[in-house]
């Protein structure tokens, strides 16, 4: 491991490019694989024993690099499977669930913190107990969203479009009854609506995790001298499925920050 070995980055399908993306704003120069198991995907309706044998054969594909740190870009992922990862290698493993809560705990002035993510990252309460590591007062208020990563799938996550807002304000309404004066995006397809959830409701905190997790990464790195010295990059992206559908989507997740081709690969 060196500091220009690889940051290897790894999502059920196409959200974890918000990390990418955002790993790529803070440290323009370093070297990532990303692999989306989109044959998979979605990993939030799966049982916590499927998601584990599907992140473990994730992280043996990434690992075949010479990575210099693990980041697990999908929030159910994280929430399930990471303890196992960190059992099975003997790398820096980062992930989202951990930094955003850490931030929400900080910032909120009520002590009420509502979370938006999947069903299995609601229903293993992962937030709940991570935000109760940083602030013991803290009310978490979590609500499972089943609609929204479809929906930003199909391209509907651009303000004013009558069917996101309404689903939107279907979940956050609920919530805002509540309170909460802050709100954790608990999966990494939600940052797409940050403007519109901004728009809706003006005066909430949001936290997104995509975001905190790259901050995160980047203080260990800096921390352990780890950051890249080159002027280059290389970039290089894995599907489980359709190449072409994930090269698609990808350049409405990141534009031109993509940097690299898209290669189907078989994990078995």
């Known amino acids: 491991m060196t500091n220009n070995s690889y940051i290897g980055v790894f999502d059920s399908g196409i959200g974890g490019l918000t990390v990418v993306k955002s790993i790529i704003e803070s440290m323009p120069n370093e070297n990532i694989i990303y692999f989306g198991d989109t044959a998979h995907v979605p990993y939030g309706t799966r049982s916590p024993r499927q998601v584990t044998e599907y992140v473990l054969s994730d992280v043996k594909f990434i690992n075949t690099f010479d990575i210099k740190a693990i980041v697990i870009a999908c929030n159910t992922a994280d929430s399930i499977a990471r303890v196992k990862v960190e059992e099975l290698y003997d790398l820096p493993v980062f992930g989202v669930v951990d930094p955003a809560s850490k931030r929400a705990a900080e910032v909120t002035k009520n002590n009420k913190i509502g979370v938006i993510a999947t069903n299995a990252t609601i229903k293993s309460e992962s937030y709940k107990a991570a935000i109760a590591k940083y602030n013991k007062d803290a009310e978490v208020f979590?609500?499972?969203?089943?609609?929204?990563?479809?929906?930003?799938?199909?391209?509907?996550?651009?303000?004013?479009?009558?069917?996101?807002?309404?689903?939107?304000?279907?979940?956050?309404?609920?919530?805002?009854?509540?309170?909460?004066?802050?709100?954790?995006?608990?999966?990494?397809?939600?940052?797409?609506?940050?403007?519109?959830?901004?728009?809706?409701?003006?005066?909430?905190?949001?936290?997104?995790?995509?975001?905190?997790?790259?901050?995160?990464?980047?203080?260990?790195?800096?921390?352990?001298?780890?950051?890249?010295?080159?002027?280059?990059?290389?970039?290089?992206?894995?599907?489980?499925?359709d190449a072409e559908g994930f090269m698609r989507q990808a350049k409405v997740f990141m534009g031109d920050a993509l940097g690299g081709e898209v290669e189907q690969v078989n994990l078995d």
Not at 154 to 179: A, C, Q
Not at 182 to 209: A, D, F, Q
């Open 142 to 241: 979590g609500v499972p969203c089943p609609l929204l990563v479809p929906l930003v799938e199909n391209g509907r996550f651009h303000k004013g479009d009558i069917v996101i807002e309404t689903v939107i304000k279907e979940y956050l309404d609920p919530l805002m009854e509540k309170g909460v004066d802050t709100l954790v995006l608990g999966c990494t397809h939600y940052p797409l609506l940050m403007e519109i959830i901004e728009g809706l409701y003006p005066s909430i905190n949001i936290i997104s995790s995509s975001g905190v997790a790259a901050e995160t990464l980047k203080q260990n790195l800096e921390e352990n001298g780890l950051i890249s010295e080159t002027e280059s990059f290389d970039r290089k992206y894995f599907v489980s499925d």
